[in-house]
């Protein structure tokens, strides 16, 4: 298997841990195994049944994820020539390494707040590593070649696709935190109690998870506005579009969440998309960084700079 499959399998499996990770939340199953690590129950294999059962199989697809990752790495290592793919390889390790710990720390100090919301934003940087290795490993083209990689207009979009991450992070740590303290329900859809104003701590802090939601959404809405009025090259504009629906599904996601009173299905359907989008915006922010990209900017600027005949 390549190194770009391979990396992809893990993107997938990421994806579904952290998703499942957010059932495990949902249904109150983070204590399914008791207050042991790694084993469950004080057993290798548990009985198989309620809480119990969904915590192991959380830690299944974490320790299968975990193998896949080791042999990622050492593929890496093998056959890739490009420092900067094995560089961010040692970081996924890293980050590996983090997450594993994080999760014991979870469960041996009785989910902590502070420590799962950490745990969560780590598995986003983690999934962005993963992203990165598989869009960039294996790019035959030295992207140092191209001139446009220093443009000032890709500088320019790198920076606003930096800020996109950094808010969804954000976001995902905010609404970790307001899941686990249990304070999706302290406002309502669009106002807390009576007012529109929150007046209590628990009410600020899901409005400022609310406040950077709509931040979030609101940039990406004026980045598809900008890719076209700028004229960016169509495979980016694809990827702001594919965002921006994703961004309409995740809001529709989130009002049905509190008013079905944190249905776990529809919970769960809100983190599916939210990390969907954070997946979707790493993939575009890697791109901007190609060689694909640089091709397709270097062809417009090649194009754009052959007279036409009637100016001849």
């Known amino acids: ?3 770009k499959r391979l990396a992809l399998l893990t993107v ?14 949902s249904s109150k199953s983070g204590m399914g195994c008791g207050p042991e690590w790694p084993l469950c129950n004080g057993e290798i294999v ?6 119990t059962l969904i915590e192991f199989t959380h ?3 974490g320790a299968i994820l975990g193998i896949v990752s080791f042999v990622l790495f050492a593929k890496i290592l093998r056959t890739e020539k490009s420092s900067s793919v094995r560089t ?11 997450q594993v710990l994080l999760g014991a720390l979870v469960v041996l100090k009785d989910l902590p707040t502070s420590v799962i919301a950490i745990h969560l934003i780590i598995a986003m940087f983690f999934l962005a590593s993963l992203i990165w290795i598989w869009r960039r490993a294996g790019e035959k083209a030295d992207i140092q070649t191209y001139p446009t990689n220093r443009s000032d207009q890709q500088k320019r979009i790198k920076r606003h ?8 992070l954000l976001l995902f740590g905010f609404g970790a935190y ?7 329900m302290v406002c309502g859809s669009f106002q807390c109690r009576n007012s529109f104003l929150p007046m209590t701590v628990p009410e600020i802090i899901q409005t400022i998870h609310r406040g950077l939601a709509f931040i ?6 004026f980045l598809v506005f900008l890719s076209f009025k700028k004229r960016w090259d169509g495979k980016l504009q694809n990827r702001l579009i594919f965002s921006a629906i994703t961004v309409l599904i995740q809001i529709v996601l989130g009002v049905l969440t509190i008013n079905s009173s944190i249905d776990i299905s529809w919970a769960m359907l809100h983190l599916a998309a939210g990390t969907l989008l954070f997946a979707l915006v790493a993939e575009t922010r890697v791109y901007i960084g190609s060689a694909a990209y640089l091709k397709t900017k270097l062809r417009i600027i090649t194009n754009n700079s052959v007279p036409n005949k009637t100016d001849i």
Not at 12 to 25: D, Q, S
Not at 162 to 168: E, G, Q, S
């Open 178 to 184: 307001v899941k686990h303290e249990s304070l999706g």
């Open 59 to 61: 830690r299944v697809i």
């Open 46 to 51: 548990p009985a198989f049944h309620g809480e």
């Open 88 to 98: 961010v390889g040692y970081w996924m390790l890293v980050l590996l390494i983090i």
């Open 161 to 168: 696709f930096n800020i996109v991450l950094f808010l969804l």
């Open 216 to 221: 979030s959404a609101l940039y990406i809405f």
């Open 12 to 25: 997938l499996l990421t994806y579904l841990l952290i998703v499942f990770g957010g059932y495990v939340a």
């Open 1 to 3: 298997m390549t190194i």
